[in-house]
Every structure is written in structure tokens, then in C-alpha cells.
């Protein structure tokens, strides 16, 4: 299976949050705020299909986790396709890296525990097919073509994600 170019343009964690702007409008600063958490989600992405380092998976967890707080602070009653499509990939996603996440947590506490080395081999052999397939599963969220469309639309200005929509519209006019 190729692995997909996720965002060439995505290099490293984004630093810093937006700061927030007064003059801007409510629909435009939250867009941003979305924009800022994909682009972190964005970063983490390779690291993650690359599975070098654990703590990669953490990341993009802890984007997703952002993400979707951003997501939730438009409405979902003001999401356009684009952002609806984000939020519920999001959704998808966001537990199948917590699932990978917690079995390489357990898995690196079993170099803490001292039981015989046959139960440990059992263990650790059970945990690893067990990650096996939470890895699997999360892959295949990670190279769906519409999930990396999706993030590339969030990263961007493009109009149909930041349109303003149903009530939000009132805000985004102000």
C-alpha cells in the first residue's frame, strides 16, 4: 500500500497557538483555531504512519483531542461539509490512536514488572498482536484519500470551510 503524501507543506509542530484577534470575527478566529490544530494533526502524521516512536501516536492523539475542541466550539449546527467531514474523521480517528496509545503504554510497563519470563513472553506477545491490530486499524484512517483531502481543506483558507453557516452566521456577520 502507497503511503500518502500527507501535507509536504506540514514540517514540524506548529509552535505556538494563534493568539487571538478583537477586530476579527467570532466564525473567523475559531476557523483559524481549526486551521492551527490541523496543521498539528498534519505534523504528527507521518511520524505516526512511520511508527518509529510511540510517542508520535501521542501527538497526533493530543491534536486530534484539540481538534475537535476547536471543532466543538463552532457547533456543529454551523458546520458546513468541510468541517463536518473533518469532525467526524476526527471522531473516527481519535479513538483507534487511543487504543494504539494505551497498549504502548502497557507495553512499556511490562519492562517494570518482574514476573516469570513465560508469563511476560505470553504477555507481551498478547499485547503485541493485540497492538497489531489497533495499528491496522488506525493506518487505515490515516491513508483514506477523503480523510487527507479533508485535513489538507482544514489546513487552508478554502471558502467552503469557512463560509459561515445556520446561527453562526449572526456571529460571523458582526
Known amino acids: 500500500m502507497v503511503t500518502p503524501d500527507v501535507l509536504s507543506e506540514a514540517h514540524g509542530d506548529p509552535a505556538v497557538p494563534p493568539v487571538l484577534d478583537p477586530d476579527r470575527r467570532a466564525r473567523e478566529e475559531l476557523m483559524r483555531a481549526v486551521r492551527f490544530h490541523a496543521a498539528r494533526v498534519a505534523s ?13 501516536v501521542h ?16 457547533g456543529e449546527d454551523a458546520f458546513d461539509p468541510g468541517l463536518r467531514a473533518l469532525d467526524q474523521w476526527a471522531r473516527e480517528l481519535s479513538p483507534l490512536t487511543g487504543t494504539l496509545r494505551d497498549l504502548d ?30 495499528r491496522d486499524a488506525m493506518l487505515s484512517h490515516l491513508r483514506r484519500a477523503d480523510v487527507v483531502a479533508t485535513l489538507r481543506a482544514a489546513m487552508s483558507a478554502q471558502p467552503e470551510l469557512d463560509a459561515p453557516r445556520g446561527p453562526m452566521r449572526r456571529v460571523a456577520g458582526s
Not at 504528527?44 to 508520535?56: I, V
Not at 493530543?62 to 463552532?74: C, D, E, N, V, W
Not at 518482574?114 to 497492538?131: E, I, M, Q, V
Open 59 to 74: 501527538g497526533l492523539r493530543g491534536a486530534l483531542r484539540r481538534l475537535k475542541a476547536a471543532l466543538s466550539m463552532i
Open 105 to 134: 503504554v502497557a507495553l512499556a510497563s511490562l519492562g517494570g514488572i518482574a514476573p516469570d519470563a513465560t508469563s511476560l513472553a505470553h504477555a507481551r506477545g498478547l499485547f503485541l498482536a493485540a497492538r497489531g491490530r489497533a
Open 44 to 56: 504528527r502524521w507521518q511520524g505516526a504512519l512511520d511508527d518509529q516512536n510511540p510517542e508520535e
